[in-house]
């Protein structure tokens, strides 16, 4: 059975606006990927930190490939006024629903009806 194990911290919408080049999460088998979620997709693995340098992997095109295919699915998010609310949307649904990282996230319009509701509920308690 797989157990799966935090690498390091999240970066989140952050990291991939920037393009920081960070391995977030990794398997029990040394397999490194955007996100522990990611496992059930071996062919999104950046690499494999029990055979590789991690500079290696940080270095490697297949990363470089991927943060710019999550960058590119936030290119709405760079603008919205909801983003440090939402964080950018979930790279894993995104690729879970269409295979590709910079696929529509599902949940935008949900999340943005959501936050104006809870905006207004705020303001409206305010001012009570
Ligand atoms: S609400 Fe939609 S556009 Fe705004 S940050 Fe979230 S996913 Fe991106």
Known sequence: MSKTYLLTGGTGFLGSLLSIKLIKK????????LCTKFHVYPETGYGNILKQSL?????????ETINQEVYDGQHECRKCQWVNSCGGGCSFIRYALHKKFNAPFMYCGARKTLFQHIRKRIFKKETD
Do not use: P, R, T
């Open 55 to 63: 500079e290696n992997i940080l270095n490697s095109q297949k990363v």
């Open 26 to 33: 990794g398997d029990n088998l040394g397999n490194a990927f």
